[in-house]
């Protein structure tokens, strides 16, 4: 092999390495953004119903900071971020 071939081969082999590591970093990204998080431990039904009382967004934020695993803190925050959010317009 000539040393223009070799260095080809190896950009090639670069190449080809660096598109599939990023292929699957996407795959993964995606994957997270559609569905459950497996490390979610509040089912998606539980998390639906909440949101339909308190909304979307005091559903998430009181998931941010309540205790892992605390459903009742989870509904209480949401119910307060809602409430709060409601008389403040």
Do not use: C
């Not at 989870?74 to 809602?82: F, G, I, T, W």
């Amino acid at each position: 092999m000539l040393p223009s071939q070799l260095d080809a081969a190896l950009h090639w082999g670069l190449g080809i390495i660096g598109m599939s590591i990023v292929a699957a970093a996407a795959i993964r990204v995606i994957k997270l953004a559609l569905d459950d998080p497996p490390h979610n431990w509040l089912s998606k039904e539980q998390r639906e119903e909440l949101e339909s009382r308190y909304g979307y967004w005091a559903v998430q934020t009181a998931l941010g900071v309540v205790p892992r695993g605390d459903i009742k803190a989870v509904e209480r925050e949401a119910k307060r971020l809602s409430e709060s959010r409601f008389y403040r317009r």
